[in-house]
């Protein structure tokens, strides 16, 4: 699943559908075309998410979006309600029919409802990211802990290696030339796991 919520970028089409549908109402035909684009882009997602999006998930998270759109106070239904009554206002617009306000009325009427219904999906995607973030958060903390156990392990290696060379004199050069390569590598390995800790601290933005 993408790190954007798909059912908010749902909620923000939404809103534009709504108003192209209510200047298409007004005559504006190329309003029309418009509302009629965005209405197929929303249908088609809205599948997408409904049947595509819980398979790419972990089961408990594929269950919960279930839940929100298809469970008992799912909200699918009301979601299709809404996208029918666009299409159904789009359908009079194009006749230039006299039940077009009717319709447009029925459809803004309707609009809060649908919000209610785009918002709640939101907020379960929210949720479920906002889980996989900290579980990978708290997944990274642990590596940086392990690369900054291994780094301190080998400043110790390190350091006993340069003793152990210059005890060695003449014989313990290339000994020496080992032990500081070494060195070089803690110090580098100190500076990633530094910034590792900085990112996981600061957490998704």
């Known amino acids: 699943m993408s790190l954007i919520n798909p059912a908010a970028r749902q909620r923000m089409l939404s809103q534009r559908m709504v ?18 684009a965005s209405l197929t882009l929303f249908t088609e997602s809205q599948q997408k998410l409904v049947l595509q999006a819980p ?3 972990a089961a408990a998270d594929a269950e919960r979006v279930g839940l929100t759109y298809q469970g008992p106070q799912g909200v699918a239904p009301v979601i299709d309600v809404f996208a029918r009554q666009v299409g159904t206002t789009l359908n009079l ?7 077009v306000q009717d319709a447009l009325a029925q459809l803004v009427d309707g609009t809060d409802a649908a919000l209610e219904a785009l918002n709640t999906a939101t907020t379960t995607f929210d949720q479920i990211g906002k889980a996989r973030s900290d579980a990978m958060m708290k997944e990274l903390s642990g590596i940086v ?7 301190r392990e080998a400043k110790i290696v390190s350091f006993n290696a ?16 080992v032990a500081n390569v070494l060195s070089g590598i803690t110090h580098e390995i100190d500076g990633l796991s530094h910034k590792a800790v900085a990112l996981a601290e600061r957490g998704p933005s």
């Open 162 to 177: 340069q003793v152990m060379a210059a005890r060695a004199g003449q014989h313990g050069r290339e000994f020496a030339v």
């Open 145 to 151: 802990a392990s690369i900054q156990t291994v780094a």
């Open 93 to 99: 617009a194009e006749r230039a029919s006299p039940r």
């Open 19 to 36: 108003l192209q549908t209510v200047l298409a109402a007004g005559g504006s035909t190329p309003q029309l075309k418009a509302a009629r």
């Open 55 to 57: 398979q790419q998930m």
